[in-house]
């Protein structure tokens, strides 16, 4: 019985432009969604070799977007290897 996946889509940006931390919040969320494939943790196996590959190009663009909102130990913690 598989759930049924949300969205992609985020709701308005003027629920976060009073609010900082949500923006911020919302934009974690959409890299830890990237990171995970959009799946949820709970999908998430933790059998080695049933873990899928990913490839994070890492070049100037992507580290001015990720750096200010993850360290490279959360990027570790994520199963991203440097």
């Not at 759930?3 to 992609?8: D, F, G, K, M, V």
């Not at 873990?51 to 993850?70: G, N």
Request: with cysteine; hydrophobic share 40%; net charge positive.
């Amino acid at each position: 019985n598989r759930r049924r996946r949300q969205p992609l889509m985020a709701p308005p940006l003027s629920a976060a432009a009073d609010n900082p931390w949500a923006l911020r919040s919302r934009q974690l969320s959409a890299i830890s969604r990237m990171i995970n494939l959009d799946r949820e943790e709970a999908d998430a196996s933790g059998v080695g070799w049933h873990d899928p590959w990913k490839v994070l190009v890492y070049d100037s663009f992507c580290r001015d977007v990720i750096s200010p909102l993850l360290k490279v130990g959360d990027l570790r913690k994520r199963g991203v290897t440097l």
